[in-house]
């Protein structure tokens, strides 16, 4: 499995974009990069996934440089609701398993 | 459509104790999952089942550990005797296929102490 390192921990402001960057230096060739974002007693829920470029859905945007070994999750406009822990996998196309390291927690401040 | 819902939300027990946490995945959802998150660590990887049968056990701790997912559909993780280090947050999670990319969708978990 790709080791991530990600920030511990990152402050913003109301109506602020928030950008969290993982590094994923020996990232596979296979290997996916995904996003899940954890509110407090709740379990985590899948945000973005990509492979390179650039990914963007309703909630956030996904960027991905050509080596693949560093991807940045941008969350726009960030609001108090938007307070949480957010997690970098990487792995495998076929590999079910998650594997979650300590995140990044993002406060949000009005 | 219903979440991945979770049983019970608490439990409190003494060591040596028996606790039957539930799972009910998303109707439809072949693959269930169980994963947990003990006192100051990350979340971990314990089983996997498609349908009713076991088709990755690698993450369970020991054999106090039983999981059972009878009829393919609800699923529960049996922990006897409770120890205290088994003490965390036990999460349910569910997909329609076992891909990497397929999404896996969480319920709240169940936090368990152990005293």
């Known amino acids: 499995l790709a080791k991530t390192t990600q920030p511990i921990s990152m402050d913003s402001y109301e109506g602020q974009e928030v950008n969290i960057t993982c590094s994923h230096n020996?990232?596979?060739?296979?290997?996916?990069i995904t996003w899940y974002q954890q509110f407090p007693s709740q379990g985590p829920r899948f945000i973005i996934q990509g492979y390179k470029t650039k990914v963007t859905n309703e909630v956030a945007s996904l960027f991905i440089p050509a080596d693949r070994k560093s991807s940045t999750l941008s969350l726009p406009r960030v609001s108090l609701s938007d307070t949480a822990v957010y997690y970098c996998l990487v792995g495998d196309i076929g590999d079910y398993k998650l594997s979650f390291g300590a995140g990044t927690t993002v406060t949000v401040r009005a | 459509e219903a979440g991945v819902t979770q049983f019970p939300s608490h439990s409190v027990i003494e060591k040596g104790q028996t606790v039957t946490l539930r799972c009910d995945p998303i109707?439809?959802?072949?693959?269930l999952y169980w994963y947990r998150r003990v006192m100051g660590k990350e979340i971990k990887f314990l089983l996997h089942?498609?349908?009713?049968?076991?088709?990755?056990e690698s993450g369970m701790p020991n054999n106090r550990f039983l999981a059972e997912r009878t009829g393919g559909t609800y699923s529960t993780l049996k922990v006897q005797p409770a120890e205290l280090e088994d003490s965390g947050v036990y999460f349910c999670?569910?997909?329609?296929?076992?891909?990497?990319?397929?999404?896996?969708?969480f319920g709240p978990g169940t936090r368990l102490t152990v005293l």
């Open positions: 109707s439809g959802h072949d693959n």
């Open positions: 999670a569910s997909s329609q296929g076992t891909s990497g990319r397929n999404e896996q969708f």
């Open positions: 020996n990232i596979a060739t296979n290997d996916y």
């Open positions: 089942f498609v349908k009713e049968s076991k088709q990755d």
